[in-house]
């Protein structure tokens, strides 16, 4: 467990850089399990003279598996997450803390003036995509985000939530990475894989696929029982489905059939497909989650929305859930 404690000598606590770099270095240089709250700097959640907060990584990957799905189970990445990410969320440090917040009887989160109440507290998504929606980190990618978006709040999924914060206050994220079922020669088989956050009811269900598709012989029915399997444990969620983004004749068209007929929404990207404004420029840069900046060059990156793309179709899901005019 990481200790956060203020209590220690003065003559250390100065201003440190703002960059995550500089915070994971830090983590790293510190005697194992200690960090100081004081030495977090620019971090986006800072701890008072007064307060000691312990994070429990255990605990943490536990309890957000949806956090362990995108950057793994390293105890500094998940620390890393609670300090920039999970607090502001609302995610607990410790078992401790989140016992605290159910024997709490004043709520620990005031709802936004305006907002709208919901049954839970929270408005819950399910996002189900491939590389647009969310991409692993690795040599060529650097964040657990939708690829080519130059930091995580940038890309679409990351936008949509932002954009119903407004709305509902409280609003919860699960992403499911599963270009797996694009590849398959057995899809049907690979619905297994949505069982864990099937489980849980949301208000909202993503599905952005296929894209990667190039046997296009089953297409249609694997698509149509995709989209049954998700309505069958969801029944009461909006569903909307995301149009194709990078073309090829009659994918885009059965998506949409089967979007209409399954009752769902349907956000059609024509209007943005190859066209040259929303797509990130060789050389582009990216903000990881190392806290450095890296450049794209591999063309595969390049073929994924820009910034003003994931902007697009974030909009483009607000309006069908009348966020936006």
């Given amino acids: 467990m990481i200790l956060i404690n203020n209590m220690i000598t003065r003559t250390k606590n100065k201003v440190l850089t703002y960059s995550v770099l500089a915070l994971l270095l830090i983590l790293f240089i510190m005697p194992t399990g200690t960090v100081r709250a004081a030495e977090l700097g620019g971090s986006t959640q800072e701890t008072t003279a007064s307060e000691e907060v312990v994070f429990d990584a255990a605990f943490y990957a536990t309890q957000y598996p949806d956090v362990v799905s995108i950057i793994g189970n390293d105890e500094q990445m998940l620390y890393w997450h609670y300090v920039n990410y999970g607090k502001a969320e609302g995610r607990f440090p410790n078992a401790q803390e989140a016992a605290k917040a159910v024997t709490a009887t004043v709520p620990l989160a005031v709802p936004v003036v305006g907002t709208e109440t919901l049954a839970d507290g929270a408005y819950d998504i399910l996002a189900i995509g491939n590389s647009i929606t969310v991409h692993p980190m690795c040599s060529y990618w650097w964040g657990?985000?939708?690829?080519?978006?130059?930091?995580?709040?940038?890309?679409?999924?990351?936008?949509?939530?932002?954009?119903?914060?407004?709305?509902?206050?409280?609003?919860?994220?699960?992403?499911?990475?599963?270009?797996?079922?694009?590849?398959?020669?057995?899809?049907s088989k690979q619905l297994?894989?949505?069982?864990?956050?099937?489980?849980?009811?949301?208000d909202l269900v993503i599905i952005q696929l296929g894209e990667n598709v190039s046997d296009m012989s089953t297409f249609k029915k694997d698509f149509n029982k995709l989209v049954d399997y998700v309505?069958?444990?969801?029944?009461?969620?909006?569903?909307?489905?995301?149009?194709?983004?990078?073309?090829?004749?009659?994918?885009?068209?059965?998506?949409k059939d089967v979007a209409i007929k399954q009752g769902c929404d349907f956000v059609d990207l024509s209007e943005i497909r190859g066209v040259k404004k929303y797509l990130p420029e060789k050389g582009s840069k990216v903000l990881g989650y190392d806290g450095k900046y890296h450049t794209i060059t591999k063309a595969s990156v390049l073929k994924h929305p820009n910034d003003l793309g994931m902007e697009y179709i974030a909009n483009k899901i607000l309006e069908k859930l009348q966020i936006l005019n």
Avoid: C
Avoid at 169 to 184: A, C, F, H, K, R
Avoid at 192 to 202: N, Q
């Fill in 144 to 187: 657990p985000w939708g690829m080519a978006a130059s930091s995580i709040d940038k890309d679409y999924i990351h936008r949509l939530q932002n954009g119903l914060m407004e709305k509902y206050g409280t609003v919860n994220l699960d992403i499911v990475p599963v270009q797996s079922w694009e590849t398959s020669y057995s899809r």
């Fill in 192 to 202: 297994k894989k949505f069982d864990e956050k099937l489980a849980k009811s949301y």
């Fill in 231 to 255: 309505k069958t444990s969801q029944p009461d969620a909006k569903i909307v489905v995301i149009g194709d983004f990078w073309y090829r004749s009659g994918r885009d068209a059965a998506k």
